[in-house]
């Protein structure tokens, strides 16, 4: 919150408490619904219905969506039904579902209630879709226009229709059984003459979504053809609905916090950090640390396996953390930049064999200036300045460190390229290929890698 903000919610809490609520009001009508909702999450549950009523019927619509979950079932349930009643008019479609789909069930029975048959129908409509599908996230409510209106006959329909819809500056033209033909811009409509025809002036080349379609792909498709809106068609090319840019932001921010949270090896949850309780949290984390903490056990066989022949040349133990270290290091930057390519769409299953080539290239060059680099340094530190190295064998101990780092890294970015490409091809979310399930494959395969080389070169 900024410092400005900071001083606001200190005037606004101090309105509060003396009861100037004529000045309060004035206030929060000059505020943004944003920044009036992040005041409320500082504001106790008692305060919160009072603040809410404060606010003018239009902009406590806007404020009630910005709540997170815990603060509209407080308000639904401090709400009379009259109440509930206004708010729900002034909410557009999909925010209204939205809401329903996280309320407890008595709550959302009561949001229900409280709606007229055909905004119930369009909200079960809608909860009907797969969540993670396009339909999940559009409106239906849109400007639509027949091919055969005037341009004076559409801005005419926009005026009567535009106040009940979420955008007017992209109209839908459709036909018979609501067919989608084309789109047309207010901007081109006002800039027309008023007897021209829509049919005309529509462009005919319309970019949609179907509403089965997963809802991440949609949020790409706005940042891929800058568009405000989307419209959304069913099997049959009907026009039902459209998304618009603000649900896609939603959508990649939603991603973006999945995808980081399985990135760190914790299970996605839908609250904030300060909102998540301390068993809720702790049940997010576990699975991944038993799954991790049983795998790495392996890497304690693979030591155990070679006990005896590396108490004849301790000086290599001590360089297994650098080795496990970099390999998996080295892993993670390229799982993370896999994963990233692939949820931008500049890379798909079929470019595998150019992504493992790349980062082969990648590794070797890698490889060799950090095993030039680890020669010189243990050498003159660990050699002669340490004594770490047997005199008589140094060279050939060095090298086996070396040689492995190079193996190493040239497998470890192998596997980062691979392994996140192959789980999106059998289904898996790319992201779990991320740094901790990467850097426990990678321990194992080091040491074999390592203890490999060095039963060759050195015991």
Known sequence: MDEKLL???EEIFDLIEKKRFVQLKQILSEMQPADIAEIFDEAKDKEIPVLFRILPKELAAEVFVEFDSDKQEILVNAFSDNELREVLDELFMDDAADIVEEMPATVAKRILKNTDANTRRMINQLLAYPEDSAGSIMTT???DLKRTMTVEEAIDRIRKKGINTETIYTCYVIGSRRKLFGTISLRDLVLSGRDEIVGDLMDENVISAHTLDDKEEVAAMFERYDMLALPVVDKEGRLVGIVTVDDAIDVIQEEASEDIEKMAAI????KTYLKTGVFETFKSRI??????????TFTGAIISTFEAKL???????AFIPMLMGTGGNAGSQTSVSVIRALSLGDIEFKDILKVIWKELRVSVIVGIVLGIVNFIKLYLVDYLWLHTFDTGT???EMATICITLICVIIVAKMLGAALPIIAKKIGLDPAVMASPLVTTILDAVSLLIYFGIAAVLVL
């Not at 699975?287 to 790495?296: D, E, G, N, V, Y």
């Open 267 to 270: 299970l996605p949850g839908e």
């Open 311 to 317: 108490a004849q040349c301790i000086a290599l133990v």
């Open 287 to 296: 699975p991944w640390l038993l799954f991790l903490m049983i795998s790495a």
């Open 394 to 396: 140094e060279i050939v």
């Open 7 to 9: 001083e606001l919610e």
């Open 141 to 143: 409510e849109y400007i």
